[in-house]
């Protein structure tokens, strides 16, 4: 019988004595009785290198941890998402992401309706939208290209779309400005009007139901300031396109029906970038880039549903985030990228993993008596190593950290690259204790 409750299990049970035996080694002696550490404790796959290595676990631990999540249905978990079963229980719905990155020909069910069609209906729809922007097909009130992108959201419909935007900024067109306004602060939007001209500026409206408060104060700031520059109410459906379901509230706002892009509440808002929450990050790139920035992800979804758990990195990563936060009792988890496209990556992350499991309940309504997660923080390096580093290395506290290295960087310049993974190779090293 599979449990639910992780520390009702065996294996739980197995790692709490576990850890006692070993919670005082340091991991220097790790490495120095075992010089084929790394050999494993290490995944490749798709071009990815993942080197946990550098953990405090033995080869026991990492067992017992893939024992706990065996005890806990892990896999009939993975299956049940990716078939559209009501893994959130507290909304009742699918939670399916996965299908808005799915180019198989295979159908995706949710109550016995495929979505696959619509899925393509609206990737169609975002490819030819963003290649009419790009070509200059489709021009401001005035006939001038579009310059300025101003995407307006918040939470999950601003953080997803600015941080895959900075990551492949390389890869953008550098003709276009894209801006991203989410606090409702008015300096926000107010400094960001202050640099794009109203005849060459595309603003896109990202809320699902067109009633988030941030959002819809944003958005009607941006429609008064353009009205007001162009002297014509008209052009604000040539100027405005919305991310959204609630057709009504969008006409009414003065934005046509055709200039509207659905996506569905089985798309939880931190995973929809690759819905037409993305659609500004599609014109950027235009819609080839995109595309391939969505079978990327089809990639890493493959690898997490079919990969076995003992070579699986989503699984590894997640049970070594029980283990240290359940076991050793740490509470926090740095991420530090040493790339600067990936500034925006912790942010990210911290919305994806602490909205996902910050909760007290569990999913039979009970009561949580374990962590859940831990507090995710970082800054990119080199700048995290002149401002937080100095407690991570020296303090009291034991900090879990990821450190993300490109091996090549996207701008060769002299000495720059090797440089930066000298110093990231050097903190990795000092900090492994």
Request: aromatic share 12%; with cysteine; charged share 25%.
């Amino acid at each position: 019988m599979k449990n639910n409750n992780p520390i009702q299990t065996a294996a739980w049970k197995k790692l709490q004595e576990h850890y006692d035996q070993i919670k005082d080694t340091h991991m220097r002696m790790q490495f120095e009785t075992d010089h084929t550490r790394f050999d494993a404790f290490h995944i490749e796959t798709d071009g990815f290198l993942l080197d946990y290595s550098k953990n405090r676990i033995e080869q026991r631990t990492m067992h017992l941890l893939r024992a706990l999540a065996e005890e806990c249905a892990l896999e009939e978990a993975i299956r049940a998402m990716f078939s559209g079963e009501h893994i959130n229980r507290t909304e009742n719905r699918a939670v399916l992401h996965t299908a808005l990155r799915n180019f198989s020909v295979s159908p995706v069910y949710v109550d016995g309706i495929d979505l696959m069609p619509d899925v393509r209906k609206v990737r169609e729809k975002m490819r030819l939208f963003s290649d009419a922007v790009r070509m200059g097909d489709r021009k401001g009130c005035t006939g001038k290209r579009f310059t300025d992108i101003v995407h307006i959201g918040i939470g999950g419909s601003d953080l997803g779309p600015v941080m895959v935007y900075e990551a492949l900024k390389a890869y953008t067109d550098r003709e276009l400005n894209v801006h991203f306004v989410s606090n409702v602060d008015a300096t926000h939007i107010a400094e960001t009007l202050r640099t794009v001209h109203a005849e060459t500026t595309l603003f896109v409206i990202a809320s699902k139901t067109f009633t988030t408060q941030e959002t819809m104060l944003n958005a009607h700031t941006a429609r008064a300031w353009f009205v007001q520059q162009v002297d014509d109410e008209r052009y604000v459906s040539q100027h405005f396109v919305a991310l959204s379901t609630a057709t009504e509230k969008v006409k009414a706002f003065g934005i046509a029906e055709e200039n509207m892009f659905a996506f569905w509440d089985w798309v939880g808002g931190r995973y929809s970038v690759w819905s037409a929450i993305g659609l500004s990050v599609c014109i950027a790139l235009g819609y080839d880039q995109f595309e391939s920035f969505l079978r990327g992800a089809e990639a890493m979804d493959m690898h997490f549903r079919e990969t076995p758990f003992e070579r699986n990195i989503p699984v590894t990563l997640g049970l070594l985030g029980i283990w240290y936060a359940n076991f050793f009792q740490f509470k926090t988890y740095a991420v530090i990228p040493y790339d600067q496209y990936l500034h925006r990556l912790t942010a990210y992350l911290q919305q994806a993993d602490m909205e996902s499991n910050g909760k007290s309940y569990d999913r039979n309504g009970v009561a949580v008596t374990y962590a859940t997660g831990p507090v995710i923080w970082g800054e990119p390096g080199t700048n995290g190593q002149h401002a937080f580093f100095q407690l991570m290395h020296q303090g009291t506290e034991i900090i879990p950290a990821d450190f993300i290295l490109p091996v090549r960087s996207l701008n060769e310049s002299g000495m720059h690259q090797p440089a930066l993974l000298s110093m990231a190779s050097r903190k990795r090293k000092l900090y492994a204790r």
